[in-house]
């Protein structure tokens, strides 16, 4: 979705930014994320955002492989900032909104106590790709791509719109299927830290070959 704002490098982004933790949640680049907010220190989260003008969350993810507390739990060093784009009030008290992403960045420190919800200061200078539509998509391996999409769906007795696939370009694409794939919080991390967009296809593809042979064995008759 096309953004009012026009982000064209690190410097056109703030140092600190909220930060939502969301497990299993991945945004990207130029990927559309929607999001239910109902939780009171979010919902102050928002307003905030909104009356600052920046519009900007940043999205993270808890890291379970450090144990923390339930209600500020240790949180992965990269995630992906992006922008509100849509916002409706649904009368109940809750924001349904989409985040449209703009760039990864990595957490230099959490700024502790100023905000109920957690905020941080972050880089974005080791991903100023991110700035740059469709970067590196004429690498990316769409034939191989699309086959393992093609047997995941026929796996799982699923459909696509495979007109709208056939005209997407790589990256959206790629992105696209990154942040709607059903795997873990460890392997959507590895998704949003693939250093590039062929990289981030490879280990796609990659997990949904593990996941197929996961389901080729399961459906295998044990001998008698």
Request: proline share 8%; glycine share 6%.
């Amino acid at each position: 979705m096309p953004m009012n704002a026009d982000y064209r490098g690190p410097h056109d982004l703030p140092e600190v930014i909220p930060v939502f933790p969301l497990p299993g949640a991945l945004l990207l680049p130029r990927g559309q994320m929607p999001l239910n907010i109902f939780e009171p220190r979010y919902l102050a989260m928002i307003d905030d955002a909104l009356r600052d003008g920046t519009r900007l969350v940043g999205m993270i993810q808890p890291d379970e492989a450090h144990p923390a507390d339930e209600e500020n739990p240790h949180l992965y060093k990269i995630g992906c900032v992006g922008r509100i784009t849509q916002i409706a009030e649904t009368g109940d008290g809750r924001y349904v909104l989409q985040l449209t992403g703009v760039c990864r960045f990595r957490v230099q420190e959490e700024i502790k106590g100023e905000t109920d919800y957690r905020r941080c200061r972050v880089t974005y200078q080791p991903f100023s790709g991110d700035f740059v539509a469709r970067k590196g998509e004429e690498d990316v391996d769409r034939k191989k791509l699309l086959k393992a999409l093609t047997s995941f769906l026929k796996a799982n007795k699923l459909e696509a719109d495979w007109d709208g696939i056939e005209k997407a370009p790589n990256e959206a694409l790629v992105n696209a299927l990154a942040m709607m794939s059903p795997y873990g919080p460890a392997e959507k991390q590895a998704l949003l830290e693939a250093p590039d967009l062929k990289t981030r296809a490879e280990v796609l593809i990659a997990l949904t070959e593990i996941e197929l042979a996961k389901t080729d064995s399961s459906d295998d008759t044990p001998l008698q």
